[in-house]
């Protein structure tokens, strides 16, 4: 059943502000506007310039995934944000920084803290964009991964991923591969399965949201991460440094990639 919105709530506020008049008509046309009338809600909220700034001038046109990306499922206001990654209903985060002013993915918010009876809206002056590669379309298109996307392919493990999740994937380079002697195409693939799983870790786990201790991976075993100098260290006794030669938290549509410079031997 809809619930009509009150007219102080969020999204209360967004329909009655000429001010965002293209984003209230987006998520009038995407059916959010009861989403952001219940429960506690931060919406970063993109102004009508922010809109026209980037060539939209249909609302319609607006994915659900772009304006969900714009929302947080908690009421903060802007003296609690805090640096660093904040879960949005896309399902992907945002990256929020304090330094010199608010921003969210490096858009500023121009006009913050405007409240609503659920919650906080951040006016801001560009549109967020989510991520729009899946696990595996973002390894296709790193020529540095090219080896772990044949080992997958030949596992069948392509379509696990894609099929499944949301999954986090400790993702080895072809550097990495090589230098643990890791043959893909001479090894068989009932042997690369589990060392495949052994990178795999259900869920959406940023590297600060890596708890401390042990993980156990998609194969069942486990890895131990140890957060205060943030390595992980493998059922085998092998120790890999997360800080070094690593491009952390890259967000697909359906996980997070962590590019690492070892395979993790299980």
């Not at 002056?125 to 595996?136: A, D, F, R, Y």
């Not at 080895?172 to 399965?193: C, I, K, Q, S, Y």
Request: aromatic letters at 4%.
């Amino acid at each position: 059943m809809l619930v009509p919105p009150s007219l102080s709530s969020v999204a209360g506020v967004v329909l009655t502000d000429p001010n965002f008049s293209t984003l209230a008509a987006a998520l009038v046309d995407k059916n959010l506007i009861t989403p952001l009338s219940v429960g506690a809600r931060t919406l970063f909220a993109p102004n009508n310039a922010a809109f026209a700034a980037a060539g939209i001038t249909d609302p319609t046109a607006v994915s659900d995934a772009i304006l969900t990306y714009h929302v947080l499922g908690d009421s903060v206001p802007s003296t609690a944000i805090m640096a660093g990654f904040a879960l949005t209903l896309n399902g992907a985060s945002v990256v929020l920084d304090t330094d010199g002013g608010v921003t969210v993915n490096d858009v500023a918010v121009v006009m913050a803290d405007i409240s609503g009876n659920n919650g906080y809206i951040h006016e801001i002056g560009g549109i967020l964009t989510p991520p729009e590669s899946n696990i595996v379309e973002l390894a296709l298109a790193t020529p540095e991964l090219s080896t772990l996307v044949a080992a997958l392919q030949k596992t069948g493990l392509d379509t696990v991923l894609v099929e499944g999740g949301p999954y986090t994937v400790f993702a080895p380079t072809n550097a990495a591969f090589a230098a643990a002697g890791v043959d893909v195409d001479a090894t068989a693939g009932e042997l690369l399965r589990p060392i495949l799983l052994y990178h795999v870790l259900g869920g959406r786990v940023l590297s600060s949201d890596l708890p401390n201790g042990e993980v156990e991976m998609l194969s069942g075993e486990t890895i131990n991460v140890n957060n205060a100098v943030f390595t992980v260290s493998t059922g085998s006794g092998q120790s890999v440094d997360l800080t070094m030669n690593s491009t952390l938290n890259v967000q697909a549509t359906d996980g997070i990639v962590h590019i690492i410079d070892s395979v993790l031997l299980p």
